[in-house]
């Protein structure tokens, strides 16, 4: 069972917590359930909205994780839960690990596992969730905490392993996920956040914006403490941010290979919110991080635990005429708009792309490294309303899309894995450029 906590130790994390109720930010009921579970070794944390119809996998997964590679640890789980309607809170609290141990290992685990579950609003918002689950780790004085997300019915008991071991055992502060993906998942990491990150901060990360990943106490103390959770953009951006803070910390990062991602559907609407989340979370992180960027060049590797990033190769269909006819209308329609964002002969080649049959598209890489170059300093600038340039990149990165998608109709991994590359070392060679773009004047 778990030891009891001395009364002194548990007033010292209620003072911990003072500065975090007085806003309202953490509950008195929440945190009356966590001095009553005390320390523990490992936290995982959940971020739900009605995520009733996936979760169960999900936490017999962890359960199952726990039991094989951590019996000796006092774990808790916590649910951050944004007014799920669905019953949500209640499968997480209520879901015994009894089951999970008779039906897989027939053996008692010597600690015993506490869920608890806290409702911060009542609509989904990842960074409060983050935070909520941050702030429960700082408390608990977890050594390794994981965030999971709720939808990743693919999640493995292995995949918890890769993720906690790292941070526990050989004291790294960010484990981002490796995965197998379909080669046409991901293009907005693929052929954006990942090249623009890597280029800028030197660090090869594949997955800066992750659903699954794990965090040292020391990163997410100075995480909660540096971050403006006031700010809706924070709270929108916050797994980006984290990785940046990490990367700019001179925190120590790995990589760890959980298996298949679970595809996610995502619809032409959705694209503007997401470049909000990814890019737009870049953007706005390069003023405060100059110093440490502008004297970067090239990339290294970051330490990687098991399998590369790898792709599966089955048939998709895929509508391409749709994305060029959005981005056509995007160059056309947003003529005024790219003059005041872009240099002149980047919109110039922009409009002579656009009148391209599909057969003969091609958005090439140069092209496209200018062009978010271009974006970045006219982010810097404020050339309009920040938010406007962020919507205005959106049919450009279709076309960008469209590029990737007709270049790898017939490629095989390494084929696809090399033009990833190609375009991560153009973004680095053209780095000068962005440069150039930022101290430039007007």
Not at 436 to 441: F, I, Q
Request: charge should be negative; include cysteine; hydrophobic fraction near 40%.
């Amino acid at each position: 069972m778990l030891e009891e906590v001395s009364t002194q130790e548990r007033s010292g994390m209620l003072r911990t917590d003072v500065k975090m109720t007085e806003d309202g930010f953490l509950t008195d009921d929440f945190v009356r359930q966590l001095i009553s579970v005390g320390e523990v070794d490992l936290l995982i944390g959940l971020p739900t909205h009605n995520n009733a119809k996936t979760v169960g996998p999900v936490i017999s997964a962890i359960q199952s994780g726990i039991l094989q590679w951590f019996p000796r640890d006092r774990a808790a789980i916590i649910d951050a839960d944004a007014g799920s309607r669905d019953g949500t809170p209640e499968l997480i609290v209520n879901a015994s690990i009894d089951d999970v141990r008779r039906r897989d290992f027939n053996r008692f685990a010597l600690r015993t596992l506490h869920s608890i579950s806290t409702q911060y609003g009542n609509g989904a918002a990842r960074g409060t969730a983050l935070r909520t689950i941050m702030a429960a780790a700082e408390l608990l004085r977890a050594k390794g905490s994981a965030v999971i997300s709720p939808d990743s019915t693919n999640i493995t008991p292995d995949a918890l392993r890769a993720l906690l071991k790292p941070v526990c055992a050989e004291e790294f502060d960010l484990v981002l996920p490796t995965y197998t993906r379909h080669k046409f998942d991901g293009l907005l990491i693929t052929n954006l956040l990942y090249p623009v990150t890597r280029a800028l901060y030197g660090l090869r990360i594949r997955e800066p914006y992750a659903s699954e990943f794990a965090f040292s106490n020391r990163l997410a103390s100075q995480f909660l403490a540096e971050n403006s959770w006031n700010d809706e953009a924070v709270r929108a951006a916050s797994e980006v941010r984290l990785t940046l803070a990490a990367a700019t910390g001179g925190y120590r990062i790995c990589q760890s290979f959980l298996g298949a991602k679970d595809p996610v559907e995502r619809h032409a609407t959705d694209l503007v919110p997401a470049l909000r989340e990814t890019i737009g979370a870049v953007f706005s992180s390069m003023e405060p991080n100059f110093a440490v960027w502008s004297a970067k060049t090239g990339s290294q590797p970051v330490t990687m635990i098991g399998a590369e990033q790898q792709f599966a190769l089955d048939p998709r269909r895929v509508n391409r005429k749709r994305l060029l006819e959005m981005f056509r209308s995007g160059v056309s329609d947003l003529g005024s708009v790219f003059q005041t964002i872009l240099a002149p002969t980047t919109l110039a080649e922009l409009q002579e792309s656009a009148r391209l049959e599909e057969e003969d598209f091609r958005y090439s890489a140069e092209l496209w490294v200018k062009t978010v170059y271009e974006f970045a300093a006219a982010y810097h600038k404020s050339v309009m309303n920040r938010d406007h340039i962020i919507q205005a990149l959106a049919p450009l990165f279709r076309g960008r899309a469209l590029t990737f998608l007709l270049e790898n109709r017939n490629t095989s991994a390494p084929e696809i894995e090399m033009h990833i590359e190609n375009l991560c070392l153009e973004f680095e060679r053209l780095k000068p450029y962005l440069l150039e773009m930022w101290n430039a004047r007007g």
